[in-house]
Every structure is written in C-alpha cells, then in structure tokens.
C-alpha cells in the first residue's frame, strides 16, 4: 500500500486582531463578586484572555470577540449579568453567498489546519440556496473502521485527470496521459474582481507544498524550476505563447473554449505529448451544451466549467446553482455513454469543503477555488475592492511565509474534512464517489415527493 497523503502544516497566527462572531456584554452593577464566579470556569479562558487583551491594546482597532458561545457563563451566572452579543464588524463581512460565517470558518481553517468546532451549535435554517439545500448521507458514521482521519481504514482522495480508455486492453498500446493528484482540488486563476497583492509566488509554493497543481496565467514564471509539475498554465485566445521548454515540465495546461479547441490540442501535443489539455467553459446558458458537446470531440480530454464566485449561472436573469447544472451535464455524458472518458473539473461556488464533495456527488471529478486561498490571507472580501482603495486586511504587505503556511494549512484543512465525509459515507475512495447522488439528499426532491401531491409542484419567481 502506498505511502499515506500528508501534508505538514504549523499553526499560523494572524496578522491583526480577529473579528470574532461573539462577545460577552457584562453588566457589572449588581455583581454579588461570588468566590466561584461563572468566569474562573470558562473551559476555553476567553475572560482571562479579554483581560490581557485589553491592556496590551494600542490602539482602538478591534474590540475582544473571541466568544465560543458555549454560553456557559450566560446561563450559570447567579446574577443573570452576561449576555452573548454579535460583533457588528463581523455581520459587514463578505456577502449574500460568502457569508460572515464562511469567512470565520476559513481564517480559522487557516490558522490552525484543523477542523473547526462551533461551540454555539448551528443555529441557521434547515435549508438554503445552492449546496445549503443538499445533505450528504451519514449513515456509515457509526462503523469505528471509517472513522475519518482517525480510522483503521484506508481513504484515498486522489483522482486522476485526463481521457481514459472506455475499455480494457492487453495489446500494449500507448495508453493516453494522465494526472494523477492526491485530493481533487486546484488553485484556479486569481479573481480578476478583487485587487490583490502578488500573491503567485505564494500560490506556486502552496501548491508545491500541497502536492496539488495551481492554474497561472501564461506570462506567470516560476520562482523554481521543480515548481513547474505544480504549475499549469492558462492559455487564452490573446495570451502570449509559453517556451516549448517550459511547456515540456509542466503535466497540465488550460486553454479558452473556441471554434478551433481541436487544433489547438493538437499544436500542444506535438510540443509536449504527455501533456493533459483542459478547455475553460463558461457556464452561460449555452455552456451546457457546449461541454456536452466538447465532451464527444475524440481530442478533448478534461473540460472545466466555472460558474460565477457565488456558485449561478453566468450571463442569466434567473441563474441557476452550480449543482443543477453539473447534475444535467453528468446525466446528460452518461445517456450518451462516455461519461467514464472524459474529466470535468467545476468551479465557481466552492467555498466549503463540503463543497467539494457535494460537487464531486454531483457530478465532478475535481473542483477549482480561488477565492478560499485569498480568504485564508485575511481577506475580509470586500464588496468595495477596488485599485486605490484602503484595504482593511492589509494585503499589500502580506508576508511570504505567512502567505505559503495560510494556504498549505487551509488545504490541509479541506483534504481532512473530505476523509471525514467520505468516511462517514462509507466512501473508501474519492473516484466512486463521484455522481453518487444516492449518497445525499436534495431538498428539492425531498420537497416534491413529501408535499407535490398536497401543494402541487414549487414555481420558480
């Protein structure tokens, strides 16, 4: 058996102080100063740490909201003087989709490598847009062999990228490229909404660090030469052509969806026949159609296709979810038979790693992020980023290794919760789990066959 996937992570601090989701509002008059006063028991020493905070506080920049929410103290106080209060600073962060508790998520994610634990609980609604409204089924959970990351039992999350032969052979014939990656995930290209800092040299050596392979644009060059099997890179229609030589190291290159995909596949296997080439599809509303019919072109071997950052269709009055559309595009490659051939990749949305699994689930081999990475430094994703403007998370003096041990600890994060999601499924291996739709629930089905006959069926505004 092969050597277990590990990546080494250290904890990272942040920068500047947190913007926690609770604080404790102490309501001092009527204090009967009890000898075992609720906050001497805080499990988690926050009160102590408030204490310290304040007094080496400098400035007024960001009050103590480091809060778990066990709500421990609220309920045992004798007096009934503490109430949990919600950080305003923290409801102002990201937006409709990327919401606070996303954001929090991922900068602890980030911080610690670890997968986080809310002492409040969920307290949001039993369902919501997007992969909100889909469940995976836990029913394996109970079994101690598929316990996760602390099982007995072999989880593998790699997958492999490339064309694959729809049959067996034994005649010794060349079999086509293929990429073989430890979890299914790539860094996809920078946003181009949000203004960053250059941060390519840290996504290159997260990537290395990971193992996992990062998509850059074709003017972007390495800092080191090993980096260039963690590098693939994107050729667009006006990109300026990448030197044979360095074309020849890398093991994946992304190319724009056009009339001529064909020809251009075949200019970049004569430069480099081992090479796996992707096609960038945007989910508009003939994208559908256009990766269903790319994936019945004998030279196309993985597709990619990218909804907006919140996950919708692109271009659409009334958008429709990420999941939907990869759902149609599987079902659609297995009525035609060649599902099993072709590599899809899907991005746009993916902000959680249950995210990537209810993507694989749905249909996906892998899945591409971007703006995770940029959260992981920091970023507090402003709907007013803009070249000139102050950034509040000060990324334009992030420093390089704090860069590189954000993102390899976020990645780490993100591979430990699929092991736990595939355990919990039963899942032994990333590559069965894909189209799996029996191993999860969706809302919308479930709200049909429970209430259709009653209410008749659910009209979209």
Request: one cysteine or more; a neutral charge.
């Amino acid at each position: 058996m092969p050597e277990k996937y590990h990546i080494k992570t250290k904890p990272v601090p942040p920068r500047r102080p947190r913007i926690g989701k609770h604080g404790v509002v102490d309501w001092r008059e009527d204090c009967a100063r009890c000898h075992n006063c609720v906050k001497k028991a805080c499990v988690y020493d926050r009160y102590r740490q408030e204490a310290d905070y304040i007094r080496s506080m400098g400035e007024v920049e960001a009050l103590f909201f480091d809060c778990m929410g066990c709500f421990s103290c609220v309920q045992d106080c004798t007096k009934g003087l503490l109430r949990l209060s919600i950080n305003p600073e923290y409801e102002r962060l990201g937006n409709r989709y990327w919401k606070p508790d996303i954001i929090k998520t991922t900068w602890l994610q980030a911080e610690t490598a670890k997968i986080p634990v809310s002492g409040a609980g969920y307290r949001g609604p039993f369902s919501g847009h997007g992969f909100d409204a889909m469940w995976t089924d836990m029913s394996e959970i109970v079994r101690p062999t598929r316990d996760g990351i602390h099982g007995r039992e072999y989880i593998s999350t790699s997958v492999d990228i490339g064309r694959k032969l729809p049959f067996l052979t034994q005649n010794g014939n060349q079999l086509p490229p293929l990429v073989s990656l430890p979890m299914p995930l790539i860094i996809d290209l920078s946003s181009p909404a949000h203004t960053l800092p250059q941060v390519d040299p840290i996504v290159e050596h997260a990537a290395a660090a990971t193992g996992i392979i990062a998509l850059m644009d074709a003017r972007y060059r390495p800092a080191k030469a090993e980096h260039l099997t963690n590098i693939a890179f994107y050729l667009s229609p006006d990109s300026p052509a990448v030197p044979d030589e360095l074309l020849r190291k890398t093991r994946l290159v992304e190319i724009a969806d056009g009339p001529a995909v064909a020809e251009r596949i075949q200019a970049l296997k004569r430069i480099h026949p081992e090479i796996v080439v992707a096609i960038r599809v945007e989910l508009t509303n003939a994208g559908i159609g256009r990766a269903i019919e790319l994936a019945g072109l004998p030279d196309v071997e993985t597709i990619h296709v990218v909804a907006d950052a919140n996950g919708d269709e692109l271009n659409a009055s009334q958008p429709r979810f990420l999941k939907e559309m990869l759902r149609q595009i599987h079902t659609a490659l297995i009525e035609k038979g060649g599902r099993d051939e072709i590599t899809l990749m899907a991005g746009g949305g993916i902000a959680l790693p249950e995210h990537m699994a209810k993507a694989i689930i749905c249909g996906a081999d892998l899945v591409t992020i971007n703006l995770p990475l940029l959260i992981a430094l920091e970023c507090h994703l402003c709907a007013s980023c803009k070249p000139g403007t102050t950034c509040p998370a000060k990324l334009e003096n992030i420093d390089f290794s704090f860069g590189v041990g954000r993102m390899t600890n976020l990645i780490a994060a993100w591979h430990d919760q699929l092991i736990e999601l595939m355990g919990a499924m039963g899942m032994r291996e990333a590559r069965r789990l894909r189209g799996d739709v029996g191993r999860a629930m969706f809302f919308e089905q479930l709200e049909e066959e429970t209430f259709g006959k009653l209410y008749g069926t659910r009209t979209k505004p």
